[in-house]
């Protein structure tokens, strides 16, 4: 299925120049314009049409010279073949000094050449390997700015607009999210567009479209098949071995057809997020060009979490209702002006966004087994009761008081046969926690300035003596 191309050519008043627009999806982009010449750019894989005509695209060797792209290309030639002259005038005089001395020997003579051959082996070895830098920084260069050193051409050029379907991964955008903490109570989220080009063409579009979704979306036509519910008839064996061969192998020939007739249906990104940009200047040099977008305010509640069972570092949640859907996961978060994480992420819980901003770097956590001991483990009746748990030792090593949401688990049965029980939370000061489903634990912790905290969890399975548990 070809994309559609959803840019549109909208001619000036008293004008027959055409008004620019830039379309760039997920995995296409599309560029129409004013062609004033037959050139494209520095590019590859690109399809033109003019007027809806596709036009042949054709490589030359030169380029028009006031183009960008075109003067950085023409400089890395000049360079390369100053490095050829320098290889040139090297082998020559490697050649010169090779040839046979003369029989009636000069000693001054021969002590001052061979001090100038020296001395110009030197320059070229010198001159060669400054070149030689040079073509590959700038052939590095021209390589982050376009996937092609051809200049492209249409062919025939094009007087209307020339519309371009640029391949995937030329021009390329992301959001990208800041989270400024006010305060304990307010988040500041900026969020930002990232826009890249490398395609070898510098754009200048007048409108810009920026669409989170693909341009090419495989949707199947879907029928209505109604649910059939019969009585369980199973077919005797005996009967199955009546049927003969050409038989299964029509069965099985109608069964492959039910299955194309009516394909699974492909799963299309539905949230059509799209921004828009006038008057974008975007030429093609590989570097992010960064545009702000939207800027809000929210409530904001932050808290110290642990999963011990998980990981023993703690981390800090902050939590706030987002007024505009969050496209990206990734957030640069500081506090005031000062960096707080620069690769931190977020997810949707519900009806709310977490933001894990910092991991909390003043509490240890320290989670190990409880050795079992003897008359730990009792039989009675032909059950066996089994008294298992782990100790936690919390430090807070601050100046200030933390607290702490602590979320930990005993085993959790999926069956009758094996039961599960939390017995005790033991501490010295009384922690406060919940029992929840499948196990979870959920313990709210306050520890004083350098405090330290010690938690025994204890808990007891029960199943028959004839079978073995895992946990």
Not at 343 to 368: C, F, H, M, P
């Amino acid at each position: 299925m070809r994309p559609i191309t959803l840019f549109g050519t909208f001619f000036l008043s008293g004008s027959l120049s055409v008004a620019s627009s830039l379309a760039v999806y997920q995995d296409s982009t599309f560029y129409a314009f004013s062609a004033h010449n037959d050139f494209i750019g520095f590019t590859q894989g690109v399809e033109a049409k003019c007027e809806g005509t596709t036009l042949q695209v054709e490589a030359k060797s030169d380029c028009p010279k006031e183009d960008r792209l075109c003067q950085l290309l023409t400089s890395l030639r000049q360079t390369k073949e100053h490095l050829q002259g320098v290889r040139d005038n090297t082998a020559t005089l490697n050649q010169l000094i090779s040839l046979p001395r003369p029989t009636t020997l000069d000693v001054s003579a021969s002590i001052e050449s061979a001090k100038i051959l020296s001395q110009e082996q030197s320059r070229l070895n010198a001159e060669e390997k400054r070149f030689g830098e040079e073509v590959l920084i700038a052939q590095g260069a021209f390589e982050r700015q376009a996937p092609s050193m051809q200049a492209q051409y249409v062919a025939p050029s094009c007087s209307k607009a020339l519309e371009l379907h640029i391949p995937y991964g030329y021009v390329t955008f992301s959001s990208q999210y800041e989270a400024k903490l006010e305060n304990e109570k307010e988040v500041t989220v900026t969020q930002y567009l990232q826009i890249s080009n490398r395609s070898g063409i510098d754009i200048k579009a007048d409108t810009a479209m920026f669409y989170y979704r693909s341009a090419n979306q495989y949707v199947y036509p879907i029928h209505f098949n109604p649910w059939i519910v019969s009585k369980n008839e199973p077919i005797a064996k005996r009967v199955m071995e009546e049927v003969d061969k050409p038989m299964i192998a029509m069965v099985a020939a109608d069964q492959s057809v039910s299955v194309k007739t009516t394909p699974v249906p492909h799963v299309v990104y539905e949230d059509a997020r799209e921004y828009k940009i006038n008057a974008l200047d975007l030429p093609s040099t590989g570097v992010p060009l960064v545009v702000p977008v939207l800027s809000w305010k929210a409530p904001l509640s932050c808290e110290i979490r642990a999963y011990p069972y998980e990981n023993t570092k703690a981390f800090q949640v902050c939590s706030f209702v987002p007024k505009y859907q969050i496209d990206t996961n990734d957030w640069k978060v500081k506090s005031k002006e000062q960096v707080i994480n620069e690769s931190a992420k977020g997810e949707y819980e519900k009806d709310k966004y977490d933001l894990y901003t910092k991991v909390e770097e003043d509490i240890q956590i320290v989670r190990k087994p409880i050795v079992n001991k003897e008359g730990e483990v009792g039989i009675f009746g032909g059950t066996i009761h089994k008294k298992d748990g782990f100790t936690l030792n919390i430090v807070n090593k601050s100046d200030k008081p933390k607290t702490l949401k602590l979320i930990e688990r005993i085993p959790s049965s999926t069956t009758q046969e094996i039961g599960s029980k939390l017995l005790a939370i033991n501490s010295e000061t009384k922690v406060e926690y919940k029992m929840l489903d499948e196990g979870k634990i959920e313990m709210n912790l306050a520890l004083a300035a350098h405090e330290n905290k010690k938690i025994d969890v204890l808990f007891e399975l029960s199943y028959d003596k004839d079978v073995k548990v895992s946990y």
